[in-house]
């Protein structure tokens, strides 16, 4: 049984009755990004406290009351979700706050954050009698989408933009998809999805647009909150690209807020990269969002025009929260960083998150007395050939002592 009530239109404020034909606001058109909207009063009565204990689903099916699916088709599926909210002792010393933690979400089935989102689109598509799938990306949403979907036994299409890394090619094209490689950037690739979607009538796992997606993404919220028993940080940390993620987990706390589970939501920080900065740039200047360059080591959140402007926006302001940038090296130092003092490998766009807590608490934007959640949205090993670039490539000794030796002795000397 699902408590979902209505779409609301983000734009416009219309609602509507819950329905797989409306994707969009009818009137806005692409613009009018849907809110899903909950019978919270109902689920008052279901997810107490009590609930939480009892539960023994360790994945994102264990908040099934908050999300937009039936149960039927969430049998046979990957273990989405559920992942470790590292306690650090050493960044957390470093750095001086209170307390500090890391959300590895490189630790789900393909290793992103993403696939919160796509195992929802792939139940979505089961109910809908979809038989294919299809999305654009910077390479996360698809490789989660194509994993996702082979475990339910849905065929997938893929559209990427040139510069999408070899790691996350190779997961898909593992993962069975049809993959379309488009000479272009995101902003192409995007746009012949659409237009492919639209003339075979695929289900459309394009993030923003569905309203459903951010429903999946909104868990990592509710996992953090019941990780640390209810008694929520005073920020979440996320890096943004399109606005998905982060309006999702503005979602989560808001729904925890709505059930009297927390009595407060966190303020949350969005970061961005300098070369690609659209959200931080229209939420500082108080204007429109407006297109930049895609330019940056962080291809996960290289997204020059991002789809989901309002909800990208509005995690921030209400929540009381703010956007930070930063630049490709501090990228790069805080990947280094964070493999060495914390033992999690993250790719750019997850180390970004780890940047913009740095570059944020030097501004004293964050304070010493405050508790931080950090999300690592991806896994590192998605990227080698940039976490090469970054450590080194690594040298070559003969295997005899003297050599090994003279190389350790001389390492130590260098350090
Ligand atoms: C997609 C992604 C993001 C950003 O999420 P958006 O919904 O595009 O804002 C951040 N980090 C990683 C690793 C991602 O894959
Ligand atoms: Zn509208």
């Known amino acids: 049984m699902s408590f979902t009530k209505q779409f609301k239109c983000t734009q416009c404020g219309q609602t509507y009755p819950i329905s797989k034909d409306i994707l969009v606001c009818p009137n806005c058109k692409d613009q009018g990004i849907l809110d899903i909207e909950y019978d919270y009063e109902k689920i008052k009565g279901i997810m107490t406290k009590d609930y939480f204990a009892n539960n023994n689903h360790y994945s994102i099916w264990r908040y099934l009351p908050l999300l937009p699916v039936e149960e039927k088709y969430t049998k046979n599926t990957l273990r989405v979700g559920w992942t470790p909210l590292y306690k650090s002792m050493h960044l957390k010393n470093i750095y001086h706050v209170k307390e500090l933690y890391f959300k590895d979400e490189g630790l789900n089935p393909t290793q992103s954050l993403k696939d919160r989102a796509s195992v929802i689109a792939c139940v979505k598509a089961l109910e809908a009698k979809q038989d294919t799938v299809a999305c654009s990306s910077t390479g996360n949403a698809a490789s989660s989408l194509a994993g996702n979907a082979s475990k339910m036994g849905l065929k997938t299409v893929i559209f990427v933009p040139k510069r999408a890394p070899i790691g996350k090619l190779s997961q898909l094209m593992i993962f069975g998809s049809k993959l379309i490689k488009v000479n272009g950037d995101y902003k192409d690739a995007y746009n012949l999805s659409k237009k492919a979607i639209e003339h075979y009538g695929w289900y459309n796992r394009n993030a923003a647009i569905n309203p459903n997606l951010i429903e999946g993404k909104k868990t990592v919220a509710l996992e953090i909150s019941e990780q640390m028993n209810f008694d929520i940080p005073d920020w979440v940390i996320t890096s943004v690209g399109d606005g998905c993620t982060i309006g999702g987990v503005y979602k989560g706390f808001y729904d925890l807020y ?103 608490r030097h501004a004293d934007i964050i304070l010493k007395k405050d508790r931080v959640v950090v999300i690592i949205t991806g896994n590192g090993l998605k990227d080698t050939k940039n976490a090469l670039e970054i450590v080194g490539e690594p040298v070559l000794l003969d295997a005899n002592l003297k050599d090994l030796i003279q190389y350790i002795e001389r390492g130590e000397r260098n350090e």
């Open 258 to 360: 709505q059930l009297g589970l927390i009595n407060q939501i966190p303020k949350i920080l969005g970061v961005q990269s300098e070369g690609c900065s659209p959200f931080y740039d229209a939420f500082h200047k108080g204007l429109p969002l407006e297109e930049t360059d895609e330019n940056t080591i962080a291809d996960s959140i290289a997204v020059g025009i991002p789809r989901n402007p309002i909800k990208g926006i509005n995690a921030v302001k209400f929540s009381k929260g703010t956007y930070v940038k930063v630049s490709d090296d501090e990228i790069k130092d805080s990947m280094k960083l964070l493999g060495k003092e914390e033992g999690i490998f993250a790719e750019p766009a997850a180390a970004a998150s780890l940047a913009g807590f740095i570059k944020a």
